[in-house]
């Protein structure tokens, strides 16, 4: 029982992805990745691996450098041989994100130290609730318009999230854009917000990211654009809607409880010194 590593997408996606579609809540950033992969989103060279057992699918795994390894729910049994692998193959592994016991077992083998750690919990929707009270300001879908600006907060938003600021994040915008995944929220005719929602995959939809510059923080915009874009992917066909907290932010925790999220599971980033 050997990890395979691959470059090969649609190989990789011919069977990745119906295994990940097993459970497309708890597989739902490697889902969306491998589609933004598939579209030729994420650059050359994404790292793609898999192993079988007895002829079938048992574990899959995907990374797009610079951005950190992406562990699905996958057995953490099988995460020994994956590190061994990576290893072997000299990989260049900047951080590991996931499930909290697959992350935890991934970096407790890895060579190099962890140097830090962002905990997070993924939700999923059960019946939106409007934010009370309501925020100041408008939702609309973003247009090609906003291009240059969302660009600009998407990577300021990973330099948040990963402690990275990655290149070439126009074409993805601008794909969000064109399959109007991305809104913004606006006071007085000016964006002080902006979201996405995946289209639906597996009937699973995940809000993210939500971003509110420093300057206008504090005012309720995210949540009341988190909340408009949940209502939307509801109206426009997906079972579930999931989320992704920052367990270091109870303010942020709590509000989406507010409207209408409850939690699913643990999940953890780590960063390798």
């Known amino acids: 029982m050997t990890w395979t590593l691959t470059s090969d997408v649609e ?46 699918t048992e574990a899959v795994v995907l990374q797009t450098p610079p951005h950190f390894l992406l562990l699905p ?69 973003a247009g090609v318009g906003d291009l240059d600006l969302l660009v600009r907060w998407s990577e300021e938003f990973q330099v948040e999230a990963e402690g990275i600021a990655p290149a070439g ?45 420093p300057p206008f923080r504090g005012k309720g915009y995210g949540t009341a654009l988190s909340h408009a874009l949940s209502v939307r992917a509801r109206a426009e066909g997906a079972d579930e809607v999931l989320l992704f907290t920052d367990l270091s932010n109870p303010t942020s925790n709590s509000i989406y409880r507010t409207i209408g999220y409850r939690p699913v599971a643990e999940h953890a980033s780590v960063t390798f010194g």
């Open 11 to 56: 190989a990789f996606a011919g069977t990745a992805e119906p295994w990940l579609l097993r459970d497309p809540v708890r597989n739902t950033v490697p889902l969306t990745v491998l589609r933004a992969v598939r579209l030729g989103l994420w650059g050359d060279g994404p790292l793609l691996g898999r192993l079988e057992r007895d002829g079938r």
């Open 73 to 141: 729910d996958i057995p953490v049994d099988t995460v020994p041989g994956l590190v061994t692998r990576l290893i072997e193959d000299e990989r260049a592994i900047p951080g590991v994100n996931g499930p909290l016991a697959q992350v935890e077992a991934f970096a407790a083998r890895w060579w190099r130290p962890e140097s830090g750690r962002r905990s997070e919990r993924l939700y999923r929707l059960a019946s939106p609730v409007p934010p009370d009270p309501p925020a100041e300001g408008t939702f609309r879908v």
């Open 169 to 213: 994040m126009t074409s993805l915008v601008a794909s969000r854009i064109t399959r109007r995944e991305l809104a913004v929220w606006e006071v007085g005719g000016r964006p002080v917000a902006f979201a996405g929602a995946s289209a639906p995959l597996g009937g699973m939809s995940r809000v993210g990211p939500v971003y509110t510059p």
